[in-house]
């Protein structure tokens, strides 16, 4: 099956600091990547929606200059914490998806962001 | 937009019966219904998943049920062991469409 990394899988960093964590799929050409905030015991909270090339969609909420987006390829998209905080502590899971005509979304093992 | 409500929020059973988690969405449009298992700190694993042209599909232990008219779907996990122990997380889509829209997740606990 499809495999989509994400690293790192945890960072503990101070507040006021920005934080940038990748999402690689490995074995195919995803043109659509999302990002998910999850807090413990949560479902799933999409923030944005990437397709490579152009620019993210964030869902409403979402700052967009302090979750900056970046899908510069196929195979990568970064999620960049600008002067994170505590509140921003969470865990981050990516996804990608081959295509429009491809339901099946995978999703990556997730980064624990820890600001201190 | 669409909204996916899921219940129960916890299912406690024991290791043997059977367990069903029922969702269900307001957006008509919506055509393919994933399930997603997620154990503490990992990754959702899709488990199974269904297209509006059926009411059922079925994968060993799994099964998923659709009803259209109701707007409702359910995961069936039969013969349930310890290691079915996680939260299971529904979603609905519009096929040809990016977005996921997620239940809240039900954590199931499977006693031995």
């Known amino acids: 099956g499809a495999v989509v990394s994400q690293h790192p899988s945890w960072v503990i960093c101070k507040s006021g600091t920005s934080v940038k964590i990748e999402c690689r799929s490995l074995d195919f050409q995803a043109t659509t990547m999302f990002w998910y905030r999850q807090f413990p015991k949560q479902s799933l909270m999409l923030m944005a929606t990437s397709n490579e090339g152009s620019k993210a969609t964030y869902e409403q909420g979402v700052e967009k200059d302090k979750f900056l987006i970046n899908h510069a390829s196929l195979t990568l998209s970064t999620l960049t914490v600008t002067s994170a905080h505590p509140e921003d502590s969470s865990f981050y899971i990516c996804s990608a998806r081959r295509g429009v005509s491809y339901n099946e979304q995978f999703f990556g093992p997730g980064t624990r962001l820890t600001v201190l | 937009g669409e909204n996916v409500e899921q219940h129960p929020s916890t299912l406690s059973v024991q290791e043997g019966d059977s367990a069903v988690i029922k969702c269900t969405y307001s957006?008509?449009?919506?055509?393919?219904f994933p399930w997603y298992k997620q154990e503490l700190g990992k990754r959702p694993q899709l488990i199974i998943d269904?297209?509006?042209?059926?009411g059922e599909k079925k994968d060993q232990r799994i099964a998923v049920t659709l009803n259209k008219t109701a707007k409702h779907f359910s995961l069936h996990i039969t013969e349930t062991q310890p290691e079915d122990s996680a939260v299971y997380f529904c979603?609905?889509?519009?096929?040809?469409?990016?977005?996921?829209?997620f239940g809240k997740g039900t954590m199931l606990l499977v006693s031995p």
């Open positions: 957006d008509s449009a919506s055509n393919y």
């Open positions: 269904i297209r509006s042209n059926v």
């Open positions: 979603a609905a889509r519009v096929e040809g469409y990016s977005t996921l829209t």
